[in-house]
């Protein structure tokens, strides 16, 4: 009589397997973002990013901050609770029916 190799315990239950490669997908599908991610910091001499004094959020180029012109630390604007800056007459960009002349 010839019993059969039970290799059940190599392979554990079908739910935790398909468990394990969902998470790996997800594991890779994150790597790949982080890698996309255009990650523009505002960095100190050194070459580190600047991290908001208030929240330890990395405060990106394009984000608004204001900086304490004492101790040099920067609190990113929405942090602290104040509002978007207002716009300047040069931040404003005119679209093409403003730069049309009226005929008459």
Same mark, same amino acid.
């Given at each position: 009589?010839?019993? *059969?190799?039970? @290799? %059940?315990? $190599? ?9 394990? *490669?969902?998470? $790996?997908?997800?594991?890779? *599908? ?6 996309? @991610?255009?990650?523009?910091?505002? *960095?100190? @001499? ?8 208030? %929240? ?8 608004? @901050? ?27 960009? $005119?679209?093409? %029916?403003?730069?049309?002349?009226? %005929?008459?």
């Amino acid at each position: 009589m010839t019993i *059969a190799n039970d @290799y %059940s315990h $190599l392979f554990p239950d079908l739910a935790e397997r398909e468990q394990a *490669a969902r998470l $790996l997908e997800a594991s890779h *599908a994150a790597r790949r973002a982080f890698v996309d @991610y255009p990650f523009n910091p505002v *960095a100190d @001499y050194e070459g580190c990013p600047v991290r908001c004094a208030a %929240s330890g959020i990395p405060i990106m180029v394009d984000d608004e @901050y204001v900086e304490d012109a004492v101790t040099g630390e920067l609190w990113l604007r929405a942090v602290i609770g104040l509002g978007p800056r207002e716009l300047d007459d040069d931040d404003v960009e $005119l679209g093409d %029916s403003e730069l049309e002349t009226e %005929s008459a």
